[in-house]
């Protein structure tokens, strides 16, 4: 199947029209007319090769909503015709105590991701994975989910990876009605994690550095914003939060972040910041505070979160864009300016 796509070139390259070859669906496939795909901080980070060198020409993406177009003869989930999504993952061995429990994140032989991923021979689009700045993609259906059909299509491919990632953590880490929950960062993943703590009826705090965003967070439903370059605001909240979900996207301060957390509070990490973070354990000993990192979240957890979602109504705030904006794109979301997600509307290859 040949498809539109864009990519980039090299890690110093702007993206540009590309197009390639899909495989063709096999009897356990899902083949998707893609109509939507955002663009993840994560994308920037790989087609940049700031994790470590990347494959190119790089397709990216992992935010994607589509319809389906045809089923294998094996296929039991889907029909034709039905709006689905497919996130961060494409396959994974399946046969591992993690994938067993639904935890094919955690993998123990390596999940296959959406894109630049040579790890499965199943998946590979001429040598590696290719993702969702494309116009198709053929999917395992054990790795395609259901979307809600009441929630508008282009602003539910956020919730595939920006969504997942934070509703994960915060399930994970058992936080309920009445504690108090901090997003540290308010991008693509903060402004989700914003959603999501609040649905499950917690006080919300945003802590930012940008006093810009400072009106949205109440409308996304946090009851406070505290600028994090307002030490007397910092010094306000020390030992606050039960909680505090960091979705920063560069090296900062922990430290910051630690001292606003309640004694046995917890600092889960989901922002995935290419050089390696200063961790002070004294304030982790002394006020026996933890630690959690998290990844995504597998694919029962992410057809929950997509169910949840359809319950409380709750999408992402979205800036829909044609595919020849993504290099602005990603320019502005290196300047933090987006609001809150931008999603390419995929007929524009
Ligand atoms: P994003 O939209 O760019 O949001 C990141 C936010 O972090 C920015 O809006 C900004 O918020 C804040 N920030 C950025 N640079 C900063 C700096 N130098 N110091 C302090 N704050 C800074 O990115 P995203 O798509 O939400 O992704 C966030 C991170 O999570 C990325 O590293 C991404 O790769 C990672 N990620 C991890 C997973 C996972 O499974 N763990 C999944 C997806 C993405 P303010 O303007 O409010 O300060
Ligand atoms: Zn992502
Ligand atoms: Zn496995």
């Not at 046969?95 to 499965?120: I, K, M, R, V």
């Not at 700045?133 to 990876?161: G, K, M, W």
């Not at 910051?256 to 973070?277: F, H, Y």
């Not at 992402?316 to 320019?331: G, M």
Request: charge should be negative.
């Amino acid at each position: 199947m040949e498809v539109k796509a864009y990519a980039n070139h090299a890690a110093d390259k702007p993206f540009e029209p590309y197009s390639f070859t899909r495989r063709e669906p096999g009897p356990e496939d899902v083949a998707i007319d893609i109509k939507y795909c955002g663009i993840c901080h994560s994308d920037i980070h790989t087609a940049r090769s700031e994790w470590g060198p990347a494959f190119y020409p790089c397709v990216p993406g992992h935010e994607i909503v589509g319809v389906v177009k045809s089923v294998g003869s094996d296929v039991t989930k889907f029909s034709v015709g039905d709006t689905v999504g497919v996130g961060c993952m494409v396959d994974s061995c399946r046969t591992c105590p993690s994938c067993q429990q639904g935890l094919e994140q955690y993998c123990d032989n390596g999940f296959t991701s959406t894109y630049n991923n040579t790890f499965n021979n199943k998946v590979k689009d001429d040598g590696y994975t290719k993702g969702g700045y494309s116009t198709h993609i053929v999917v395992d259906e054990r790795f395609v989910l259901r979307v809600p059909e009441n929630l508008e299509l282009q602003a539910v491919a956020p919730l595939l990876c920006a969504g997942i990632t934070t509703y994960s953590p915060l399930k994970h880490a058992g936080v309920k009605k009445g504690d108090r929950v901090a997003i540290l960062g308010l991008g693509g993943l903060g402004h989700m994690g914003v959603k999501l703590a609040a649905s499950f009826g917690a006080e919300v705090t945003v802590l930012s550095r940008s006093p810009g965003k400072r009106e949205d967070a109440e409308r996304l439903g946090a009851s406070n914003f505290l600028l994090t370059t307002d030490d007397d605001e910092v010094a306000k909240h020390s030992e606050y939060f039960d909680f505090i979900l960091d979705t920063v996207s560069a090296p900062h301060d922990l430290a910051q972040a630690m001292g606003m957390i309640k004694r046995e509070g917890k600092l889960l990490m989901v922002g995935a910041s290419d050089k390696p973070l200063d961790l002070n354990v004294f304030p982790l000993i002394f006020k026996r505070r933890s630690v959690m990192g998290s990844l995504i979240g597998g694919i029962p957890e992410t057809q929950e979160m997509l169910d949840h979602c359809g319950k409380h109504g709750i999408v992402s705030d979205i800036e829909l864009i044609k595919a020849d904006y993504i290099n602005e794109a990603y320019e502005r979301v290196l300047k933090s300016d987006v609001k809150y997600r931008f999603v390419i509307d995929c007929a524009s290859f």
